[in-house]
Structure formats: structure tokens, C-alpha cells
């Protein structure tokens, strides 16, 4: 998907009602969450430490988002910038997170460890919270902050999974109505920065 789909009108349709279904979908989850953990509260953002997969669909619906406010979007600029840098020394472990498999898991509870914050993070506050990715919103941790800090465990109910899959069918369908092709890739400010650096709002990286 380049640059040309932002600006056409069919592609704007679609990312409204994109944006339209992710948005239900936090505020759904969100009831939900707070069912499950009493521990999950506004501030708290250990687990925006982590790193997590993005949809193809939610990378658009972020990139959309960042461009309506240009005070938004050259902080996460900045901010991604800074965390690019960062990755950059833990190649091997980026590599690890990819395994789907239980070493992947592990891998990523070591990069929570280094405290990278994801780029749309300011000030422990999400900056795109009605449209977190779905991956975001259904992290909900069952032990205290402090425990979570260093050692997240996450759980879902059945309701939330059957939410997040319903609602991931829904986004894989309005992608191909476009002709796009829907994947899940690490990691969300990565592929943000990338979107970006596509449609031509910064420079591509070397």
C-alpha cells in the first residue's frame, strides 16, 4: 500500500470504518479488562515496555491518525527516531521475539526488561488510546505493577478472545476489500515509522 491510497477516496473510506471497528473494539475491551484485572489503571504503562505485533490494518488506521495533528506526529517522529537507535544493539533479541513458539515469549519478557518505551508513549499516557492496537488493549495484567514491571502476566477471558478474533476477521476482510494484503508484523512504532517513511511524510531510512 503506497502512497496513493492515502489520498484516494475509497482508501479514506475504508480507513474510517477501520478506525471505526478498532475503536469499538477498545471500548469493548476495555469493559471487559477491567472485569479481569483490578490492577490495570490509567497511568500505569509497564506494559508499554513490551513489544507486541500490529495488523497492516492498525499501522494504516496510527499512521492516519498521526497525520491529522502535526504536533502529534513530530513527536512520535522524534521518539521513534530515538527508539530506532536503541533496537539497533538488540538485533538478536528482536530476532527471538519473532519466534511465535515459548522461546519468543521469553525473548519478550527480556526486551520489556530494557525498558523501551513504545514511541507513542508521552508521559505514561498512551497518545493514540481510543486506537490502541488490539494487541494493546488485550494485554490485561493479573498481578500487581510492581510484579508486572519486571515479570508480566497477562490473561483473557473467553469473551476477550472472542472479541479479538472476531474483530481481527473484520479488519483481514476490510483489508481485502481494498486489495491489501493483511499481515501481523513486529513491532508497532517500527512499523508506524515505516508507513510513514512510505507515504512520504519523513525520509526512508538508508
Do not use: W
Amino acid at each position: 500500500m503506497g502512497s496513493r491510497q492515502f489520498d484516494d477516496f475509497l482508501y479514506q473510506r475504508y480507513l474510517t470504518r477501520a478506525k471505526q471497528l478498532l475503536a469499538e473494539f477498545n471500548r469493548k475491551m476495555s469493559v471487559l479488562g477491567t472485569r479481569e484485572s483490578p490492577f490495570c489503571k490509567e497511568g500505569c504503562a509497564h506494559c508499554c515496555n513490551h513489544i507486541f505485533f500490529v495488523s497492516s490494518a492498525e499501522i494504516d488506521i496510527i499512521a492516519a491518525q498521526l497525520l491529522q495533528d502535526e504536533m502529534l506526529l513530530a513527536r512520535f517522529i522524534e521518539r521513534a527516531a530515538q527508539r530506532e537507535r536503541q533496537l539497533m544493539n538488540h538485533a538478536e533479541l528482536l530476532n527471538a521475539c519473532e519466534d511465535p513458539g515459548e522461546a519468543g515469549s521469553l525473548a519478550a519478557q527480556n526486551f520489556m526488561r530494557l525498558k523501551i518505551p513504545c514511541a507513542l508513549l508521552d508521559n505514561d499516557r498512551c497518545q493514540i488510546y481510543e486506537i490502541r492496537p488490539m494487541t494493546c488493549a488485550s494485554f490485561v495484567s493479573i498481578v500487581p505493577p510492581r510484579i508486572c514491571a519486571s515479570d508480566p502476566k497477562g490473561s483473557m477471558s473467553a469473551a476477550m478472545n472472542q472479541l479479538l478474533a472476531e474483530t481481527r476477521q473484520a479488519l483481514r476482510k476490510l483489508s481485502k476489500s481494498i486489495g491489501g494484503a493483511h499481515s501481523d508484523r513486529l513491532d508497532i512504532s517500527r512499523q508506524v515509522l515505516k508507513r510513514l517513511a512510505e507515504i512520504g511524510r519523513i525520509p526512508a531510512s538508508p
